[in-house]
């Protein structure tokens, strides 16, 4: 069974270019969600999807960033303008069910320059 | 709110010695308690979790960690450490009814020399 795939694995873009993340959630997972990794902090949930709807937005920096799950099967996080403070590991995540086990991608690094 | 400290950002330890890797949460309401791990290059992967029952939990690679509710605290132990095990872990909580979403701690680097 193929876990939680994440596209591009690195990224660097330059401050003001619009960026997009990928996360293809192991198949039958309903619940996706999407965290970030800031150099030196602690990993910080982003949001949750259940299928294709947002149940939970609440860590979402600001409006540059942009979340979907069309279809309720992979997802995509756009940054949208960059700014050097967006760099950091972006993971994702998916289950089955709310609160078992959480499958984590590898993550893609993300280098605002 | 809730919150998770890690209280080690690093622990050197040598191969084949104990380890303990210290963690405390804050939370006024019931909470499911993690560990995971990332190995170099890899994504996280869970090593353990409580969800109720036994507060002594065990999970893969040899781990442990114990639920101590009065103390707020969930370590993870492991009593005799491998080369392989070198890598950085992650404390983490998530609430009851909100969602599933996970609340790490800063992590620990553990570091196993020969």
């Known amino acids: 069974e193929a876990g939680v795939t994440q596209f591009p694995s690195h990224s660097v873009i330059e401050k003001g270019q619009t960026v997009t993340l990928r996360c293809d959630p192991i198949?039958?997972?309903?619940?996706l969600y999407w965290y970030r990794r800031v150099m030196g902090k602690e990993i910080k949930f982003l949001l949750h999807f259940v299928k294709e709807s947002k149940q939970d937005e609440s860590g979402m920096p600001n409006n540059r960033f942009l979340a979907e799950r069309t279809g309720g099967t992979y997802s995509t996080l756009k940054v949208q303008p960059a700014e050097l403070e967006d760099s950091g590991v972006y993971f994702c995540a998916s289950s089955q069910q709310l609160n078992t086990e959480a499958f984590f991608g590898q993550g893609t690094r993300l280098t605002v320059v | 709110a809730q919150s998770v400290t890690q209280l080690d950002s690093q622990v050197p330890v040598f191969e084949e010695a104990p380890v303990e890797l210290r963690c405390n949460y804050s939370?006024?309401?019931?909470?499911?308690l993690f560990w995971y791990v990332q190995y170099p290059n890899q994504g996280l992967q869970l090593l353990l979790k409580?969800?109720?029952?036994?507060?002594l939990v065990k999970g893969i690679n040899g781990f442990e960690a114990e639920f101590n509710k009065s103390q707020t605290s969930f370590h993870l132990r492991k009593p005799s450490v491998h080369i392989s095990d070198t890598a950085e872990y992650f404390c983490a909580v998530s609430v009851l009814y909100q969602g599933g979403k996970l609340i790490f701690g800063q992590g620990t680097e553990l570091s196993v020399k020969p």
């Open positions: 939370s006024s309401v019931s909470v499911y």
């Open positions: 198949s039958g997972h309903d619940n």
């Open positions: 409580y969800l109720s029952g036994s507060t």
